[in-house]
């Protein structure tokens, strides 16, 4: 039986105009109402996400949510943190360094918005800091020693993060988690962290096991969650290998296929 829906945001609730059907906001209305606990999982920042709660009607203090792609579990309206995991200040400056030294642009996704040591912003950057309503800041390592990193950002057209990645040094793979959040976004975070476990971490505070959760998303960071979760769902948009890694492949996000899969496993 299923208790609890996690819910990816980019490619699977928001459909490609960023926006949130009404269809969808009624289905995920109705498994609130029926008692199912539904839980956020995505990469952005949990300070940017007030605006699409509301809209789902996750409002209350009982809300849980898992952003940064795991490295933060909290219930945002009581402001308690569950789990969190972020960069030590040895290994930000490391990451940073290699950055540097292979002209790779970047940024830091923080507890206090977002941040730059770079002199050009990328225009990936700006599209990051437009979907979380912030501005970019610029920085030095000093001041990161005061502030938690969540998530270090790789940022390109989706060839050139290609090519950047293959030119990171294994150890980055080896000491960190990476991914893909959008094609333009590559993610790197603390060795913790992935939707996965910090899915596992609200489900243990919920106390519903794995097999009672459906996981539904659409890309490289929601393998994790797919991997925990007793069901999962990919969306029509997803590339190959997540549809491949999922018990059932639904419609794309622009045709409400969070809806579509919801009414396949008969929770609405």
């Known amino acids: 039986m299923i208790r609890l829906v996690a819910l990816d945001l980019d490619g699977t609730v928001l459909n490609s105009q960023g926006e949130i059907s009404q269809n969808t906001v009624k289905a995920i209305d109705s498994l609130i109402r029926k008692g199912i606990k539904i839980v956020i999982c995505t990469g952005r920042p949990a300070y940017s996400l007030r605006p699409i709660l509301t809209r789902l009607n996750l409002v209350d203090d009982e809300t849980l949510l898992v952003s940064f792609n795991g490295a933060l579990v909290s219930y945002p309206y009581q402001q308690e943190i569950i789990f969190e995991e972020f960069f030590s200040p040895l290994e930000i400056a490391d990451l940073i360094s290699i950055c540097t030294e292979n002209d790779i642009p970047y940024h830091l996704q923080t507890n206090d918005g977002m941040y730059t040591l770079t002199k050009e912003i990328h225009p990936a950057t700006f599209y990051d800091s437009?979907?979380?309503?912030?501005?970019?800041?610029?920085?030095?390592?000093?001041?990161?020693?005061?502030?938690?990193?969540?998530?270090?950002?790789?940022?390109?057209?989706?060839?050139?993060?290609?090519?950047?990645?293959?030119?990171?040094?294994?150890?980055?793979?080896?000491?960190?988690?990476?991914?893909?959040?959008?094609?333009?976004?590559?993610?790197i975070l603390p060795k913790r962290a992935n939707k996965g476990q910090g899915l596992k971490r609200a489900a243990d505070k919920l106390r519903i096991p794995a097999s009672d959760i459906l996981a539904i998303g659409d890309n490289e960071n929601d393998l994790s969650m797919f991997?925990?979760?007793?069901?999962?769902?990919?969306?029509?948009?997803?590339?190959?290998?997540?549809?491949?890694?999922?018990?059932?492949?639904?419609?794309?996000?622009?045709?409400?296929?969070?809806?579509?899969?919801?009414?396949?496993?008969?929770?609405?």
């Open 227 to 268: 991997e925990f979760a007793g069901q999962s769902v990919a969306m029509g948009n997803a590339a190959t290998n997540i549809q491949e890694a999922a018990d059932f492949i639904t419609s794309g996000n622009d045709a409400e296929g969070v809806v579509t899969a919801l009414k396949h496993f008969n929770l609405i």
């Open 130 to 187: 437009q979907l979380n309503e912030t501005e970019v800041k610029k920085c030095t390592l000093a001041d990161l020693k005061k502030i938690n990193v969540y998530k270090l950002m790789l940022v390109g057209t989706t060839a050139e993060l290609s090519d950047n990645v293959k030119r990171l040094p294994a150890t980055v793979f080896a000491d960190y988690q990476g991914m893909r959040s959008l094609a333009c976004f590559f993610d």
